[in-house]
């Protein structure tokens, strides 16, 4: 499996973006989809997740501003980010888990200046 992530940038606190990630390979009709997050320094982290059968899951601190969601027929995850702060700086993953795999894309660069 293969991921290609896009999106990310430089925004200022309270913009918005939008981060995207296209999978292709060998793909099950059954995963899990997310997003994490990795700041200097700090361990990389759950940011949200969604599966195949749309249920999702939250870090607390991205709760009510931040919106995953994906394309089932087209193998794509979407993380819309709303209210971003400089605490959101970080650069971002993409991953796909199936039975007998985990697979990442290739890190995309989120900056929020304050």
């Known amino acids: 499996v293969q991921l290609q992530a896009s999106g990310g940038g430089l925004v200022q606190a309270g913009g918005s973006l939008r981060l995207s990630c296209a999978a292709s390979?060998?793909?099950?009709?059954?995963?899990?989809m997310g997003w994490y997050r990795q700041a200097p320094g700090k361990q990389r982290e759950l940011v949200a997740s969604i599966t195949s059968s749309g249920g999702t899951l939250y870090a607390d601190s991205v709760k009510g501003r931040f919106t995953i969601s994906r394309d089932n027929a087209k193998f794509t995850v979407t993380l819309q980010m709303n209210s971003l702060k400089p605490e959101d700086t970080a650069v971002y993953y993409c991953?796909?888990?199936?039975?007998?795999?985990?697979?990442w894309g290739q890190g995309t660069q989120v900056t929020v200046s304050s």
């Open positions: 390979g060998s793909i099950f009709s059954s995963n899990v």
């Open positions: 991953n796909l888990n199936q039975v007998g795999s985990s697979a």
